[in-house]
Each structure stands twice: as structure tokens, then as C-alpha cells.
């Protein structure tokens, strides 16, 4: 006989497939652009440089390569491909969020409660182990969709042409690939567990310490303390963003059809020696313009339903 979960794990599993929803469809052309700037398929444009003599100081002109820009690549998929290309990997992107922020929070919340009776509770020791913890499941659990997802943001087709449907492509990518082939990536993900855990750490500190932002204990909430909610995740999501981004190029190279890179350290030398230390940063504008304000909308939506529903879950 198998026992029901308890209401608190459903409520926090309930708010976070929510905010994660609600945030994934604001922000999904944002999350294509990224995508599409992360992978070989953008890596240069060719134009012709100006290069001057050391002796005679004349200049000569040679090809050169320029990396695009965020409104070349959102003007080149708007002209090839349509608007609605910027809403490729949407529907992947909505049946996984769901789960997966569900998941994650819930896993966050019962880990959080478990390392409190280990550690000093609400240090910041529990607050990075419950997001690791929580992070490992979710991507262990959730790889498969955003592999899908993924594979579909990259799939370039001339406007009117057809483009796979979610269960096309993850038929194409069993058929060529196999079962491995969905988890293609997960070592960069695992990677990016770093990312999740500076977030949640500088996430929990800043709430602490703002004054009246605790949710289950404040008994009326006005606007200006659900907004420092905001501010307070959108900032710590851009530190983290900045600080462990580079394991989100290497992920999406991995995910890549039929591409030279195979294993994660290996894809990092080659973009190392073939594109510089600057290409782990491709895409980071868009990134941060799309998880600030992604983040910022998840965990205050989050925050907010587990406040308002908090007496019915109890």
C-alpha cells in the first residue's frame, strides 16, 4: 500500500510547476535566440578587415570573421524562418517546466528540511546542498525534454517550410541516436548544478535579511515586498548566470546533431583552441535578459502561491 505524499511536498510541487509555466512562456524567444547563439551554426559571419603594415603603416584588406550580434541573429530568423520560430522548443518547453520546476521545488523544500537537522539551520551550507540536491534529480530526471527542446531551437527552416513536431524530433533523435542520445549533455548540466547552487545561496541570504519579505509569516503582503522578491532573485540570478555560464555553450554544442563534440571536457578544449576563451560567453545578453526577469517571475509566483495557499495545504 503506497502512502499519499504530504500536502506541503503537493503545494510546493503545485507552485512550482506554476510560476514555472508562467515564466517559461514569457521568456521562450529569448531562450531561442541563446540557443541559437551558443551553437557552431552562428560562430562567424565573414567580412573584410583593415589590417596596417608595421613599416609602412598602409592598409590591406583581408578577410576577417566577426562573431553576429543578438539583433543579427533575431533579424536573420525573422527573415529566413518567421516569428514563429521564436517560439521553436515551445511545447517541449512547456511539458517539461511543469514537472520540472515542480520537482525541483519540491526536492528543494524536503532536502532543505532534512540538512536543516544536519547542519546549522538556514546557513548557508543547507541552502547549497538542498539546491545541488534538488538541481542533480531535476536534470537527472528531465534531460530527455530539454535535449528535444533543444534540438528544435536549432532546427533552421526557410519560412513556410515544415519543422519537426516535438514527437518527430524525439522519434528522429531515438531512431539516430538511441536511448543515449536523450542524454546528451547531462554532464554539462551536472556542471551547471554550480550555477543553481550560487543562485539559491545569494537567493536565501538576500531574503533573510530584507526587511518583512517573509511570506509564512507576514499577514498582509503589499506590492513593494513582492517586488524586493523580484529584485532579490533577479540578482541573484544574474551573479550566478555570469559566473557559471560557460558550461551552458558546452551543453548546447553537446546536443548538437551530428557535431564533433562528444564528451565535456573534450568540447571545451576544442572551443577553447578553435574560437578563444570569449566564445564560453556567446549568448550570455540574451541569457540574462531572458533568466533575470524569468527567474525573478519563477521564484516570486512561487513564493506568492505557497503564501496564498499555504492555510489550504496544511
Given at each position: 500500500?503506497?502512502?499519499?505524499?504530504?500536502?506541503?511536498?503537493?503545494?510546493?510541487?503545485?507552485?512550482?510547476?506554476?510560476?514555472?509555466?508562467?515564466?517559461?512562456?514569457?521568456?521562450?524567444?529569448?531562450?531561442?535566440?541563446?540557443?541559437?547563439?551558443q551553437s557552431s551554426g552562428f560562430t562567424f559571419r565573414p567580412v573584410l578587415q583593415v589590417h596596417f603594415g608595421a613599416a609602412s603603416g598602409t592598409g590591406v584588406l583581408r578577410p576577417g570573421q566577426v562573431t553576429p550580434g543578438l539583433l543579427q541573429v533575431l533579424r536573420s530568423i525573422l527573415e529566413k524562418e518567421g516569428p514563429r520560430s521564436l517560439f521553436r522548443g515551445l511545447g517541449p518547453n512547456l511539458v517539461g517546466v511543469a514537472p520540472s520546476r515542480a520537482i525541483y521545488f519540491a526536492a528543494y523544500s524536503k532536502s532543505?528540511?532534512?540538512?536543516?537537522?544536519?547542519?546549522?539551520?538556514?546557513?548557508?551550507?543547507?541552502?547549497?546542498?538542498?539546491?545541488?540536491?534538488?538541481?542533480?534529480?531535476?536534470?537527472?530526471?528531465?534531460?530527455?525534454?530539454?535535449?528535444?527542446?533543444?534540438?528544435?531551437?536549432?532546427?533552421?527552416?526557410?519560412?513556410?517550410?515544415?519543422?519537426?513536431?516535438?514527437?518527430?524530433?524525439?522519434?528522429?533523435?531515438?531512431?539516430?541516436?538511441?536511448?543515449?542520445?536523450?542524454?546528451?549533455?547531462?554532464?554539462a548540466s551536472y556542471a551547471g548544478i554550480s550555477e543553481t547552487m550560487i543562485c539559491f545561496l545569494i537567493y536565501e541570504t538576500l531574503k533573510k535579511d530584507l526587511p518583512n519579505i517573509r511570506l509564512t509569516t507576514s499577514s498582509s503582503r503589499g506590492s513593494s515586498n513582492f517586488l524586493e522578491l523580484m529584485a532579490a532573485a533577479a540578482f541573484a540570478k544574474g551573479c550566478a548566470s555570469c559566473i557559471a555560464y560557460p558550461h551552458e555553450v558546452i551543453?548546447?554544442?553537446?546536443?548538437?546533431?551530428?557535431?564533433?563534440?562528444?564528451?565535456?571536457?573534450?568540447?571545451a578544449r576544442l572551443v577553447a583552441v578553435e574560437e578563444g576563451y570569449a566564445a564560453f560567453y556567446r549568448g550570455l545578453v540574451p541569457q540574462l535578459i531572458r533568466q533575470i526577469p524569468n527567474t525573478a517571475i519563477v521564484l516570486s509566483t512561487y513564493e506568492l502561491i505557497v503564501y496564498l495557499l499555504g492555510d489550504l495545504f496544511q
Open positions: 500500500m503506497t502512502t499519499a505524499p504530504p500536502k506541503n511536498t503537493l503545494l510546493h510541487l503545485f507552485a512550482g510547476g506554476c510560476s514555472g509555466t508562467v515564466g517559461a512562456i514569457i521568456t521562450c524567444p529569448l531562450e531561442v535566440l541563446k540557443t541559437r547563439l532543505k528540511e532534512h540538512f536543516n537537522c544536519v547542519f546549522v539551520p538556514n546557513s548557508w551550507i543547507v541552502h547549497m546542498s538542498s539546491a545541488g540536491f534538488a538541481a542533480f534529480v531535476t536534470n537527472s530526471l528531465m534531460n530527455p525534454i530539454w535535449m528535444v527542446k533543444t534540438r528544435m531551437q536549432l532546427e533552421k527552416k526557410a519560412r513556410g517550410e515544415k519543422k519537426m513536431s516535438t514527437l518527430q524530433c524525439a522519434r528522429h533523435v531515438y531512431k539516430t541516436e538511441g536511448i543515449r542520445g536523450f542524454y546528451r549533455g547531462l554532464t551543453r548546447t554544442r553537446l546536443r548538437e546533431e551530428g557535431s564533433k563534440y562528444k564528451y565535456f571536457f573534450q568540447t
